[in-house]
């Protein structure tokens, strides 16, 4: 019926002959998301993202680590200096130079992120698709486990974990993060199976002879993978969020020389009344970085969704 | 005057982004009393979208409805919102395909019959109960007292059509439009709502529209017919002159294509393509890509509707032989 | 003729679970309950009933895609009932099935070449020959561009998926079909299509069909011999032609006078034999005969307390009713008959 939408044209070429190609419903949704302004938004959001993280240590002046006598001077006196020659956002209350220190987060954010969002998503889809492909009893034993897990919240259950190592250090981060993640993955996948097992595409396959574990990988798995990728893209935007927060909080590694968005952040906050751009900036990062996966997310899920098909 | 006078009823919606499309495009047919007129068609040819026009509930927005509706000299289309609702239910009611959704599930079936009684006919609570529990009864409802207090979902699909039918009844209204009405249903249930249409018909001369794809349910039904495509009416006859020699090659074709149930079967004739096989109506025949009387006008001309009150007919080339 | 299908007193009941944190089991649907069919070789064998009376139940008992509950289903002298894992996996080649919704019968995510591909290969059907051509000829019989290799199902109208079904099912070179209302979810103008196809596919492959549908036209076009079922079971057969000439059980005969027909003058002389009430809850089928809460023969004795047999009253003709012979001599008038309330069964499959 859609197609009566369509110019007359159109309509007529098609009768002629069949001209179309043959686009997979993955090709389609590309489509669909290079013409919405929302993803175009997302994706140069993300792409800006990963360009700086790739190239911050050509970009950055200088080194993440390295302290400037002559900003520390002013610093004795209680007194961040602003921006300078060399120094284009000026220094931290460490004497560091903010712009490189930014920068050069960005690549520490990204390798938590991607990380954490691996990790949970491995997990994740082993545990969802394990319970999904076999239901019964081993269904119902992971599904239990899982529901432990969703029953925290998110935040309380990182900082639990990441409590739990005496000593904190980036990869107490992305344990906790991704912990985080994998039930969601997990319920995920395995709802989308389950839901898969009684469509008649596999019921189709069972009937024409296909077997049990190709039925999996080859009809379930592959349809499920839309949705556990519009996940990972909002997971990517959590998963930021939380090691931002866990690092605030201390939790992650306190060396004060690190360059980490969230540990900037917890350090700055101090200085909020003097030098409120300490803490600005990295915020700023945070947030829109975080907001370009999730736009980006949101987008897919929308063009994935079989409802907007034209 | 006829009760209820549809004239050039266009509907076009218009959605940002794309071309506008025209749904309906000039359907005229008019109800008397007593008589029950069908409108036949497949998926999308514009069946529902000509009857949610006549009752004014179109949504608002993203869409343009044009010509006359006139009930008993009254244009419906130019009536103000409010004025609508008080003559929906009270003049025309409707009842649609799926009784389900048309039901609200939260509130027991006696309590919108009553609803409908208070509301438009200003009975007291007691004596629309009473009237509710006859309405039940008269559709064919058994043991109408306890399916009263009863919810949507604790009723079957005949029934919950046929409570639907109650509701749109409460209000005695002279023009009842139904949408697909029996769709959903199993044949023998079909079969008993069909007769409560009918019997409904003769008794109480209300005015009957009837939407269906099944030729079948028009065979029996119908005093006159009106066969749609792309939107338009192609063709218009008395139920037994279309039956007996269909004119317009999609009428013909589809009574061709479908099985008998009463007759030794030959291989069916098929119309190829599909409905979305059209070209628009502004440079012929949008039925000319499927049809087999196609002859050079077809693609260069828009048919007119020609003809008299026997037949009308939307066809440069109509066919002259019956189906078997 | 021989028979393909030999299938007896088939059974498929299906647990109604309640309970919050056990699940109890506290009925069953009887979903099919004593089924005996066969079906000959290279026939068309149609199963009409309506809605929740247990068709598509049988059709996927008989290639165990649901595991039925008892009953033998014998296929070419093997009994499926007895095949496990592996074995059953390659009897599958052998029959086929075809579903009623075309779309969401078909992987969105895998091309037509792929659909088609993937029964080849699991068979073996692939070894030593030319794919491209099988592929291509498979889509000739079927109806379908060639181009149509690399399209998705999403790209096709209704009518086109159904092909692609139908065509799926061709592939692996079956004798059985078991089609599923194949007709029944697309537009009137196209269902003549799909019916003429299976006709000529069957005479082109020599295939036997059991062809599943709820409208009794298509099943009479297109069956040689057909069957009625009821709450379950089958309470007529007859070859096509004789069911619809000479209907037996008073279940047929109401059905057949529910059936509208195209043509005003037989609708006008038709006298139609109006059921009243709804069909029973399959959870919870009547005792006897499970038609007799609504028939308008059902006498005092018999019908209510005892379950009557599938017994031929003719060659051929096979009917479950307890007073066939006299309903049809006239001797026994029908009469009017109280509904009964059927609460809708309130079930999540
Ligand atoms: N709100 C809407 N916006 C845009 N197009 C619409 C809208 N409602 C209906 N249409 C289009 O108008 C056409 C006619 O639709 P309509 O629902 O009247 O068909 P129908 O004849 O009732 O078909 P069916 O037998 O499937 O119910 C269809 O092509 C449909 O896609
Ligand atoms: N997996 C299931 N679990 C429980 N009940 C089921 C299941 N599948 C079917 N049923 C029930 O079994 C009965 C028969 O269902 P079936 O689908 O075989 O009917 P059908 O004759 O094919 O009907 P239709 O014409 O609607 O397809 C129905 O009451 C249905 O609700
Ligand atoms: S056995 Fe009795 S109830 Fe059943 S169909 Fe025959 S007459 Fe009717
Ligand atoms: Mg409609
Ligand atoms: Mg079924």
Redesign the interface.
């Known amino acids: ?1 859609t ?6 044209k159109e ?2 070429d098609r ?1 002629a002959g ?1 001209a ?7 090709s389609e949704a590309f489509r669909r998301m290079r013409r919405s302004p929302v993803a175009i938004t997302g994706a140069v959001l993300v792409a800006a993202f990963l360009l700086l993280a790739a190239f911050a240590p050509l970009i950055a002046p200088h080194s993440a680590t390295e302290r400037f006598p002559q900003l520390l001077q002013d610093l004795r006196a209680d007194h961040i200096p602003g921006a300078q020659p060399g120094f284009p956002l000026g220094s931290d209350q460490l004497g560091h130079d903010l712009f490189s220190r930014l920068l050069l987060a960005s690549q520490q954010t990204l390798l938590v992120a991607v990380a954490a969002t691996v990790f949970g998503m491995a997990v994740g889809m082993l545990i969802g698709g394990t319970a999904g492909a076999l239901g019964g009893w081993v269904d119902n034993v992971l599904m239990r486990l899982v529901d432990v897990l969703l029953s925290f919240p998110s935040l309380l259950l990182a900082i639990s974990i990441a409590a739990l190592f005496s000593q904190g250090s980036q990869w107490t981060v992305i344990i906790a993060v991704s912990t985080v993640a994998v039930p969601v993955f997990a319920r995920l996948l395995r709802g989308s199976m389950l839901a898969q097992r009684h ?3 596999v ?9 049990p574990a ?1 039925i999996v990988f ?2 379930m798995l ?2 499920s993978l839309g949705p556990v990728l519009v996940q990972a893209t909002l997971t990517l935007a959590i998963s930021i969020l939380e090691a931002a927060a866990l690092s605030y909080l201390g939790l992650g590694d306190p060396n004060p020389d690190r360059a980490e968005w969230g540990l900037m952040l917890a350090n700055a906050q101090r200085y909020f009344d003097v030098s409120p751009q300490l803490s600005f900036y990295p915020a700023i990062a945070i947030i829109v970085v975080a907001l370009g996966f999730t736009l980006l997310g949101e987008s897919m899920r929308e063009a994935l969704d ?1 409802k907007n ?1 034209r | 005057m006829a009760l209820l006078d549809v004239t050039d009823l266009s509907v076009v919606f218009r959605r940002r982004g794309e071309e506008p499309f025209t749904a309906v495009d000039k359907v005229s047919f008019s109800v008397e009393p007593g008589q029950t007129v069908g409108l036949v068609g497949e998926s999308g040819c514009g069946k529902s979208v000509t009857s949610l026009a006549i009752m004014g509930l179109l949504p608002k927005r993203g869409n343009q409805v044009t010509g006359s509706v006139r009930y008993e000299g009254t244009e419906l289309l130019s009536l103000s919102p409010d004025q609508m609702r008080a003559r929906r239910g009270k003049d025309l009611g409707m009842v649609f395909q799926d009784p389900l959704s048309s039901l609200n599930p939260v509130i027991p079936i006696g309590i919108q019959v009553t609803e409908v009684l208070e509301k438009h006919r200003g009975m007291p609570r007691r004596k629309a109960m009473i009237e509710a529990e006859d309405l039940l009864n008269r559709v064919g409802i058994p043991d109408p007292r306890r399916r009263l207090t009863e919810y949507p979902h604790q009723l079957s699909g005949g029934m919950r059509q046929r409570a639907l039918i109650a509701i749109a009844l409460a209000c005695r209204p002279r023009v009842l439009i139904a949408d697909e009405p029996t769709t959903a249903l199993d044949v023998t249930i079909q079969a008993q709502i069909l007769a409560l249409l009918k019997e409904l018909v003769t008794d109480t001369g209300t005015a009957l529209i009837m939407i269906t794809h099944d030729l079948g349910v028009v065979a029996g039904l119908c005093d006159q017919v009106n066969v749609l495509y792309g939107g338009r009416v192609v063709e218009r006859a008395g139920r037994h002159e279309l039956f007996e020699l269909p004119r317009h090659p999609y009428t013909h074709g589809l009574l061709a294509s479908i099985p008998r149930l009463d007759l030794e079967g030959d291989r069916l004739v098929p119309i190829p393509g599909s409905v979305a096989d059209n070209i628009p109506w502004d440079g012929g025949c949008a039925f000319a890509p499927r049809c087999a009387n196609q002859i050079a006008d077809c693609t260069a001309r828009t048919p007119e509707l020609t003809g008299d009150q026997q037949r009308l007919l939307l066809c440069h080339n109509p066919m002259e032989v019956a189906v078997r | 003729m021989t028979n393909l299908v030999e299938i007896e007193d088939l059974k498929v009941h299906f647990p109604i679970r309640r309970g919050l944190f056990v699940d109890r089991v506290v009925g069953h649907v009887y979903a099919v309950d004593g089924v005996d069919l066969s079906i000959r070789r290279g026939e068309t064998y149609g199963l009409v009933g309506e809605s929740g009376c247990g068709k598509s139940t049988l059709g996927r008992g008989l290639l165990r895609l649901t595991e039925p509950t008892g009953g033998r289903m014998v296929f070419d002298g093997t009994d499926l009932a007895t095949l496990k894992g592996e074995d059953l996996r390659r009897m599958r080649r052998r029959m086929q099935m075809v579903f009623q919704d075309p779309l969401s019968s078909l992987d969105p995510r895998q091309s037509v070449e792929s659909i088609l591909v993937e029964g080849i290969r699991v068979h073996g059907l692939d070894k030593g020959v030319d794919l491209g051509k099988t592929l291509r000829d498979l889509l000739t019989s079927v109806g379908l561009p060639h181009g149509s290799l690399r399209k998705y199902p999403h790209e096709f109208s209704g009518g086109q998926r159904q092909r692609i079904g139908i065509a799926r099912a061709l592939a692996v070179r079956p004798d059985l079909i078991v089609a599923d209302e194949p007709v029944s979810a697309l537009d009137v103008s196209v269902q003549a299509q799909v019916i003429n196809l299976l006709e000529d596919l069957q005479g082109e492959f020599g295939l036997t069909y059991l062809v599943i549908a709820h409208d009794l036209a298509v099943v009479r076009h297109i069956a040689d011999r057909v069957g009625v079922m009821y709450l379950g079971g089958i309470v007529e057969e007859a070859p096509a032609h004789e069911l619809y000439t000479d209907p037996l059980h008073p279940y047929t005969r109401a059905l057949l006078s529910a059936v509208p027909v195209p043509d005003p003058v037989v609708e006008d002389r038709r006298e139609r034999i109006l059921l009243t009430g709804d069909l029973p809850s399959p959870a919870a089928p009547p005792a006897g005969c499970r038609f007799h809460t609504r028939c308008p023969w059902k006498q005092a004795t018999r019908c209510d307390t005892e379950r009557p047999r599938l017994r031929a009253v003719e060659s051929g003709h096979k009917v479950a009713c307890h007073y066939a012979e006299q309903i049809r001599s006239g001797e026994l008038r029908p009469h009017s008959v109280e509904p009964e309330l059927v609460p809708e069964l309130v079930l999540d499959p």
């Open positions: 019926m197609e009566m939408l369509t110019g007359r309509r007529i009768l069949d179309s190609v043959g686009r997979s419903l993955w469509s008649e595409y019921l189709a396959a069972r009937a024409t002879g296909v077997k190709a080859r009809h592959p349809n079989p098909r």
